[in-house]
């Protein structure tokens, strides 16, 4: 009896520190709750760990689980049901596991009201699955079958920052502004490994990081980014890239600092701002570098002014190219700030 009083009051001395205020009876309730396939930790009560389980269903769900790991199995269904108490999860890992379109039941995500992240990886979704949560901040849908974005999604979803669908079947006419309509706070989308031939449409205002490595882009629309004023960081790796299919100011954008063109088909060092601060053209079909036609302000400019129009290049890669070294010297007379070439 005395052991075990001690052990609680350790236990209480721990929840009260780390569980987010979770009343005694409340921890009580959740541990007892606990589905016998899964470790609930009193040290952290608000979690439950259900992954690499080989389970084929979802267990039920204690009432105060906030935190559920259920990554690595073998569940084909998203039942209502087993989330009917858990009305406070906030983050769901249902990663690995044989979860179609079919599987996930009706409202099993719309009355998840609370759910900020969820993950959904590797699956077997051939279409984004709806309705979702209300309220989510992260969806992640990399590696499913998804072709298909139905109209209206997304539409009231005003708190998804990052929406990532990287390794699906997307092609070009499944990503456009009735598709994606109501993704008004969006800072991040993942269109990488798909089947795009084009730059997709109706991207919201606010996206900061636009990742589309792993494509069969050929060209880039004039006044592509035109809508787009928060553009930062930029992947187009392992495009079709080819010179003719950049407009010349398409990139001269002072908001972008990180642009990456990997292995793509470009033959000349695309014009770019001087805010620009990373610069990936390795792999391309690059035969020379001219430092006058690169440099974003004219370089006698830079000897009569201030620092202030100093170009911002500070790392460099052109490795994997056709360019005779050595490099240019007066390179680093337009790129002052740079620290790193990679040739
Ligand atoms: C929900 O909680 C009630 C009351 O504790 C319990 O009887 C029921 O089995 C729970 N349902 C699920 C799905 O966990
Ligand atoms: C790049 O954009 C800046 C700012 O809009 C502009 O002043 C500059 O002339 C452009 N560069 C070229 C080569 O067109
Ligand atoms: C670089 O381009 C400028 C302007 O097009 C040209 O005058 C110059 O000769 C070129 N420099 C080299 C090293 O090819």
């Excluded at 606010?206 to 928060?230: E, R, S, V």
């Excluded at 790796?237 to 990456?260: A, R, T, Y």
Aim: with cysteine; hydrophobic share 40%.
């Amino acid at each position: 009896m005395e052991s075990f009083l001690i052990a609680l009051a350790i236990l209480l001395l721990f929840v009260s520190v780390n569980s987010e205020e979770m009343s005694y009876e409340q921890l009580l309730s959740q541990l007892h709750a606990c589905p016998k396939e899964c470790y609930c930790p009193p040290s952290f009560p608000t979690a439950v760990y259900c992954n690499n389980k080989a389970l084929k269903r979802i267990p039920k769900i204690p009432p105060f689980t906030l935190y559920l790991y259920l990554q690595n199995n073998l569940i084909d269904v998203l039942s209502a049901d087993a989330f009917q108490n858990a009305t406070q999860l906030k983050w769901i890992n249902l990663n690995q596991n044989k979860i179609s379109n079919e599987g996930v039941e009706e409202n099993a995500l719309k009355s998840m009201s609370k759910i900020l992240h969820l993950y959904m990886d590797a699956n077997q979704l051939t279409s984004i699955p709806s309705p979702l949560p209300p309220n989510l901040e992260q969806l992640h849908l990399s590696r499913n079958q998804i072709s298909k974005i139905p109209a209206g999604v997304f539409s009231g979803k005003k708190n998804l920052l990052l929406l990532n669908l990287q390794g699906n079947k997307l092609q070009d006419d499944a990503v456009t502004e009735v598709t994606i309509k109501g993704l008004s706070t969006l800072v991040q989308i993942n269109l990488g490994k798909n089947q795009l031939n084009s730059m997709p449409k109706g991207l919201p205002p606010t996206i900061m990081q636009l990742y589309l490595d792993g494509n069969n882009i050929q060209k880039i629309p004039a006044g592509y980014f035109n809508g787009l004023p928060k553009m930062t960081f930029l992947r187009l790796n392992h495009n079709k890239l080819v010179n003719g299919g950049i407009p010349k100011n398409v990139f001269n954008l002072s908001s972008i600092l990180d642009l990456q063109l990997s292995y793509n088909q470009l033959t000349e060092v695309p014009l770019i701002s001087s805010a620009l601060e990373h610069l990936h053209l390795d792999h391309n079909k690059i035969k020379s570098v001219n430092s006058s036609n690169i440099c974003p302000v004219s370089i006698d400019h830079l000897d009569k002014y201030s620092d202030e129009i100093v170009p911002r290049l500070r790392y460099l890669r052109l490795d994997g190219n056709v360019i005779e070294p050595p490099i240019p010297r007066d390179l680093f007379n337009c790129f002052r700030h740079l620290s790193a070439v990679v040739i």
